[in-house]
C-alpha cells in the first residue's frame, strides 16, 4: 500500500529528554513537511524539505531538528530545548515543491511529555 | 504572502449543501487555494485545489470568483461524516510554497 506512515501513534518521553518522530513515505515524493497542531489550534510548520538532502526551517523551528539522508524518511527530533513539546505531529509529503500539487498527510504523532 | 479568512465555524443540515466560504483578498496571479479537512485526531484529508476555474471532484466542488479575492468549497450532500474541520489555504510561491494552515471553519453536519 502506498502512503505516508507515522510512527509510533502515541509517544511518551520524560522532561529532558530527546526524541526521535519516524515518517516514511513510499510514494516517491521529493518534498516533506513537519507541522505540529495544538488542542484547538490549525497547524503550524516546523520544518519542510524540498528534495533530498536539503530542508529549511518554518514558522517554529526551534526546539526541532531534522534530516533528509534518504528520499523516503524525514524524521524529526524534538530536543530538551523546545518548551512545550507537548503537542500533536503531522507529517506529509508531496510529489515536488510546486504550487499545483497536493500533500498528503499521516496519521501523527501524539507526543506527552511529563 | 497571501493569507485565508474563513468563519471558525458553521452547522449544515444532512443531505443538504455545505458551503464554505474563504478570502484570500491579497492572493497573486499564480497562487493556487486548496482544500483540506481534518476529521478529530487524525491527519488532514486534501479535497480540492485551484487556480482560476472552478473545479469538481468526487469529494466536492470549488467556485473562485472571477477577481480570485474569495473561494467557496461546495460539499453537494454533506453526510455526518462530512463534521470536521475545514482549512483553505494559498499555496504561495513567495514563501517556498509552504503550505501554511489557519484555525479553519469546523463543518457540523446535523441530522
Known amino acids: 500500500d502506498g502512503g505516508i506512515t507515522q510512527s509510533p501513534k502515541y509517544l511518551f518521553r520524560k522532561e529532558g529528554q530527546n526524541v526521535t518522530l519516524s515518517c516514511e513515505q513510499n510514494?516517491?515524493?521529493?518534498?516533506m513537511y513537519w507541522y505540529r497542531q495544538d488542542p484547538g489550534q490549525g497547524l503550524r510548520l516546523i520544518y519542510y524539505?524540498?528534495?533530498?538532502?536539503?530542508?529549511q526551517k518554518g514558522d517554529i523551528a526551534e526546539g526541532y531538528s531534522v534530516s533528509r539522508e534518504k528520499k523516503e524518511s524525514f524524521p524529526l527530533t524534538v530536543t530538551s530545548a523546545q518548551k512545550n513539546p507537548t503537542a500533536f505531529y503531522l507529517c506529509a509529503s508531496s510529489i515536488d515543491y510546486t504550487e499545483n500539487t497536493e500533500a498528503f498527510f499521516g496519521q501523527g504523532t501524539r507526543l506527552t511529555v511529563v | 504572502d497571501a493569507k485565508t479568512t474563513q468563519p471558525p465555524s458553521m452547522d449544515c443540515a444532512e443531505g443538504r449543501a455545505a458551503n464554505l466560504p474563504c478570502n484570500h483578498s491579497t492572493i497573486s496571479g499564480n497562487e493556487y487555494v486548496y482544500w483540506y479537512r481534518q476529521i478529530h485526531s487524525q491527519g488532514p484529508q486534501y479535497i480540492i485545489h485551484?487556480?482560476?476555474n472552478n473545479e469538481t471532484n468526487e469529494m466536492a466542488s470549488l467556485i473562485i470568483t472571477e477577481d480570485r479575492k474569495s473561494s467557496t468549497l461546495i460539499l453537494p450532500h454533506a453526510t455526518l461524516r462530512d463534521t470536521a474541520v475545514y482549512y483553505c489555504?494559498?499555496?504561495?510561491?513567495?514563501?517556498?510554497?509552504?503550505?501554511?494552515f489557519g484555525a479553519g471553519t469546523r463543518l457540523t453536519v446535523k441530522p
Open positions: 510514494l516517491n515524493h521529493d518534498a
Open positions: 485551484g487556480l482560476k
Open positions: 489555504i494559498v499555496r504561495t510561491s513567495y514563501n517556498n510554497n509552504d503550505m501554511r
Open positions: 524539505s524540498q528534495i533530498v538532502n536539503d530542508f
